[in-house]
């Protein structure tokens, strides 16, 4: 299946990534692709560059839905070429992590009370934005959110780089892990039993250890600490449902998973790696995006050839023999550096090919002369992307 079915087909398309191989721009050109075929799309970021905001001709981008104006979007449609008889739309979001958290929370406290003491207790306030895990989490449960109000005929989803993109399947666990661990539990064993953060109730060592502790947070730290988990861990479950709803949506077959590298190695084996985790983990691969890759040439002429054409040229009128030759040997070596590199970008995209099994189509845009930083340039991507 093309890239462009997918975007005609699929409810949802996951962008995933190492950092700088362009998976924001791809994520938008994917946007973009998807109201062009006329589908009501919404691109998702939690990438904390904040540069799709602008790549869509957005002052600012947040937390909230925001409608890309058709003024801004039909034009960039037409330049892509061949408008569809119906313009769908597109929204985009930038996920606000600590907001995120806070409606989480809010959906799973067992009452309004519990929440604001959550929302009020300084040590939530610090890890809310910080626990590991917790930013992807949030993605997650937004996305899932998003997903069941139907709004949306496709919901691209832009990840941060792979290694957090791998926390986004993680995500569950290790936020679980951080509140229900033993040492937790150790932490909150005195104010389970007394109601507050006593010492009475614990045994000399444990006793020992936490006035060491104390002398160094305070003991109204700890007890805040305490506090925290104690509320925390018993929304714990319906966390651990939400996770599992979420895993639920991405194995479903109107779910696919768009891989994005460079042609650089370390980039490809990063790919690779991610579609070892997609495959174990049994997500659907939609396709690969290689970016920036260098096309071959056109075939090389001789020397003489060269210098021939370049003293044709009108621009080099004046200059004399010598020059020509000089431009001639800069042009040549220019040229055998480029196809080197286009040989190696060729050789990693088959790499890649031969590695994943050919399993999914693998898209690849010309390394572009300009950054795509407006929408002019995105139209220009999109065109690759749909192989037009």
């Not at 994917?30 to 001709?57: C, E, F, Q, S, Y």
């Not at 980039?267 to 983990?281: G, N």
């Not at 572009?368 to 407006?374: E, K, Q």
Request: proline fraction near 5%; include cysteine; hydrophobic fraction near 45%.
């Amino acid at each position: 299946m093309s890239l462009a079915s997918l975007v005609a087909e699929r409810r949802i398309l996951v962008c995933v990534g190492s950092g700088g191989v362009g998976k924001t721009t791809t994520a938008a050109s994917l946007g973009l692709a998807g109201a062009r075929a006329g589908r009501r799309t919404l691109v998702l970021t939690i990438d904390p560059a904040k540069r799709l905001a602008n790549a869509l001709g957005l002052e600012t981008l947040g937390h909230d839905q925001q409608a890309v104006p058709k003024e801004k979007l039909l034009p960039v449609i037409e330049a892509i070429g061949g408008a569809p008889a119906k313009t769908g739309t597109l929204h985009a979001m930038m996920l606000d992590q600590k907001r995120a958290f806070d409606e989480i929370v809010a959906r799973y406290a067992s009452d309004p009370a519990a929440r604001d003491r959550i929302y009020k207790n300084r040590i939530y306030q610090q890890i809310s934005a910080r626990l590991a895990g917790s930013h992807e989490y949030a993605a997650m449960s937004k996305l899932y959110e998003i997903a069941q109000e139907g709004r949306y005929d496709l919901i691209v989803l832009d990840t941060p780089p792979t290694a957090n993109a791998l926390d986004f399947l993680d995500a569950p666990e290790r936020v679980s892990g951080a509140i229900d661990s033993p040492a937790i539990q150790w932490l909150t064993k005195p104010y389970l039993q007394a109601g507050k953060f006593s010492l009475k109730t614990v045994g000399l060592g444990a006793a020992f250890v936490l006035r060491r502790l104390a002398r160094f947070v305070g003991s109204e730290f700890l007890e805040d600490m305490a506090k925290f988990f104690v509320e925390f861990n018993a929304i714990l479950g319906g966390f651990r449902e939400r996770a599992q709803q979420v895993f639920d949506i991405l194995r479903r077959p109107d779910v696919g998973f768009v891989l994005v590298s460079s042609a650089d190695p370390m980039s490809v084996d990063e790919c690779i790696y991610f579609y070892d985790r997609l495959m174990s983990s049994k997500m659907p691969l939609g396709a690969f995006v290689v970016n920036r890759v260098h096309p071959s040439g056109p075939p090389e002429i001789g020397r003489e050839e060269l210098i021939a054409k370049l003293g044709a040229r009108p621009e080099l009128r004046g200059y004399s023999a010598d020059d020509v030759v000089q431009v001639a040997a800069d042009l040549d070596r220019t040229y055998r550096e480029f196809q080197a590199l286009a040989e190696i970008d060729k050789r990693e995209v088959g790499r890649l090919a031969t590695r994943t099994g050919n399993q999914a189509p693998i898209v690849q845009v010309p390394f572009f002369d300009r950054d795509i930083y407006d929408v002019e340039g995105l139209s220009a991507m999109v065109r690759y992307l749909l192989e037009e």
